[in-house]
């Protein structure tokens, strides 16, 4: 019996033992509620109380749940298993602490001590102290288990005032060697050790900001840092040292919009791609002309991107101003060589527009009135810190300055145009955000009476940013562009017309950027690129016209590439940047295409077949591989050289049969009879800094040869041809030049000398002498001037008061003259030299300008700006072309020019 007794005190002590171990339990479920949805619902069935700040949480994540006999520890567990909340129960209180745990005796560790550490959160009298007091930010969520000592800090900086990203800033620990740069997004990321960190960025342009950190596990700190305030405007071309000795792209400028209000530009007018023009190794063909010439490259060869979509013809008024409205810029980035794996079709170039983003904080806004135009920009914010709209407008007076013009023709014209820009940007959260912008612009002029001429550009470019992790982010694009013409002739006559032309491209790119590793940065991603063209569609303009209707059949092309590029950090010193790019460009119908004999010239007489291809059916396929190969190698803080090559194919060409580019050319895709252009390049540079960093010097020198280059027959005609390759000729290219600047970027005195020697040639040799030209010999391309100098200064006299000047020589382009006359069966013809063997006059003009800025108090309504500038202030005539009339049985030559007087203009910038 009482053994018996004592069997059953122990079972019932190992019962009471029990019960006081087993934890209470709870049953629950819920689905897609918020995280302190589920603790009230807790609350409401159970004993237990929360205490917390509903700040912590993000109530737009949503979460589900089912558990049933679950201790409150695995249920709260789960609920804040992707959060950086812990929590402390006592007893049936619950207090949630953010990042940190709330430790009841001291944590046992078996691999390493932790020790506790310590940071003041409130001041003596009880305040909590701001971050700009103790800049203390609480990284991550603290794990009793974790044994790591080295954790990974990400994040993004932007620019206070436009929440733009910010590349090239350096981001580092103090007090160690631990640092980075941020990326063209504004990504950085650090491996810390465990524990508080101060964390510091620096950068030339921008305020110095610090804070420190707790760092507990992987995490997120972004930064917004202001511009200084003593940072001088007057510079232009931003060098981006940093990014000069951070990248091995070759022949890489970056420009900043801000700083193009004191450049004394025709007419007072902001341009971003005028200013291109004073860079070495980049001209164009004459004053007025709508395009560039890159290096010794055609002017179709450069490809104009706008937040990714293709611009066509990226000016109004004949070349005068850029087709984007200067106000609604950011910065361009401009691949004179060296071109990133990403970008692809074009030969020569790309300029990379960059719009700006919306202010999200405020309603904000910039605009100017001048002689010609007048242009306003609104920065709307949505939600605020999250989106924005970002509107601008721009539209012009200019039919004053036609009547200016030393032309006759030109001065009985007219003139208008205007263009529409809208931007939205949204943070949707840390990891995504999403942006999409529209464009429209159009031109209308009238050289005679009876002819009304209208052109216009249209885009839309949507994107999503999204972040994986810390190492990689994406890229999504979608694009659209539009660019199409009208020529309205009205006349009494039976010969009054409409002729309608049209190019549309949609493009989709996916694109990834992975820090692999300390020494491995990776792009990479797939591009796909549709074109349709319609060639030209002749109809009669009125019921009395005569004229026949015609149309071009419409061309379709559809181009793919696959990218990829490997940042390669050797050592501090060696860094390689290598690139490939495989394209690969179908030609497709519906289309009927030609098949000529073989061995005979291309002629209509020629033509022994017609192929007919079905919507959409393959024509033929062409393509191949694009190696890009960059490297930098640094000898000092102040020295380095960078060496390139890079391979590119274009399967667009423009037709043109004017010297410069005009509204009205129209652009051909390769097909049976017409060869994608190919084109390789060499290019090395030398770059010095001097006088403490504060002049920058730089000599690059290229080598670029080219095939399949597109060129006419004597007496082409281009439009409205059925059998348009019998006028065309395709032949090889070379080009070659040193280009050196000489750049000063801080100081009362500020600015650049660059001085470009270059020539460009081409060969159009055949087995025939109807394809022949110059007895298929290289000659001077049509832009092909070897010395070109531009001379951009600024002194700034005190805060407010600057003068600047900015002065271009150029040797003159090369044309073909008359050398004489013959008679042949009683006819009187003329005889024309070689092609190109002769130049029109030498090119120099000197602009100057004084910028008054207003006061600069921070509380005002508005802040305004004057520019006061005269444009060629030396008068200087220079040729705008050349032509020859034979009057009276004598051939006399007559020269035009478009600005042969000085022209003053004042321009008053605002900004709210």
Known sequence: MRIFTIILLFFGLNQFLYSQDQKPTISINYSNISQVDVLKKIEASTNYKFYFQEKWFDNTVLISGNYTNKTIEEVLTKVFKDSDLNFFIDKNRIILTKNSIIYDKYPSKNTRELAPIFFQQYDSIGKKITSAENPIALIGKEEIDSELDFYTLSGHITDLKDEKPLADITVKAKNTTISTITDALGFYSLRLPTGISTIEIESILYISASRKIMIYSNGNLDFSIAEKINQLKEVIIKGKSSQNIRTAITGLTTIEAEGMKTIPLVLGERDILKVALTIPGIKSAGEGSSGFNVRGGKEDQNLILLDNATIYNPTHLFGFFSSINPYTISKVDIYKGGIPSEFGGRLSSVFDIISKNGNTEKFSGEGGIGPVTSNLTASIPVVKGKSSLFIGGRATYSDWVLKSIDDENLKNSQASFYDLFAKYNHKINQNNSVEGTAYYSKDAYSITPDSLYKYSNRLISLKWKHTFSEKTNSEFNVTNSEYKFNINYESSNPESFIFKYKINESQVNLKFNTSYSSKHKFTYGISNKFYKVNPGELSPNGSFSLVEPQKIDNEKGLESALFLSDNFKISEKILFDIGARYSLYTALGESTQKIYQEGVPMTPSTIIEEKKFGNNEVINTSGGFEPRIGLRYIFDDSFFIKAGFDKNFQYIHLLSNNTTQAPTDTWKLSDLNVKPESGLQYSLGLFKKLNDKDIELSLE????????????????????????????????????????????????????????????????????????????????????????????????????????????????????????????????????????????????????????????????????????????????????????????????????????????????????
């Open 701 to 912: 020198g290229y080598y670029k040869t080219s095939k399949n280059i597109l060129d006419y027959k004597v007496g082409a005609n281009i439009i409205l041809n059925q059998d348009l390759e019998t006028e065309l000729l395709q032949g090889d290219g070379k080009a070659y030049g040193i280009e050196f600047l000489l750049k000063k970027t801080e100081g009362r005195l500020n600015g650049w000398i660059g001085y470009t020697y270059s020539r460009a040639f081409i060969k159009l040799d055949s087995q025939f002498n109807d394809e022949k030209v110059n007895n298929g010999n290289y000659f001077p391309t049509n832009f092909d001037k070897p010395h070109d100098v531009s001379i951009v200064m600024n002194y700034k006299f005190t805060h407010r008061y600057s003068f600047s000047s900015n002065f271009v020589y150029q040797t003159g382009r090369p044309v073909t003259y008359p050398i004489g006359k013959y008679y042949y069966n009683n006819a009187q013809y003329t005889l024309y030299s070689d092609r190109n063997k002769f130049r029109i006059p030498d090119y120099y003009r000197l602009d100057i300008g004084i910028n008054i800025e207003g006061n600069h108090k921070i509380k005002k309504l508005a802040h305004s700006f004057w520019n006061i500038s005269i444009y060629n202030v030396l008068g200087r005539n220079n040729p705008y072309s050349i032509f020859f009339v034979t009057k009276e049985g004598r051939i006399k030559a007559y020269q035009t020019s478009i600005f042969a007087i000085p022209i003053p203009t004042i321009t008053y910038n605002f900004k709210f």
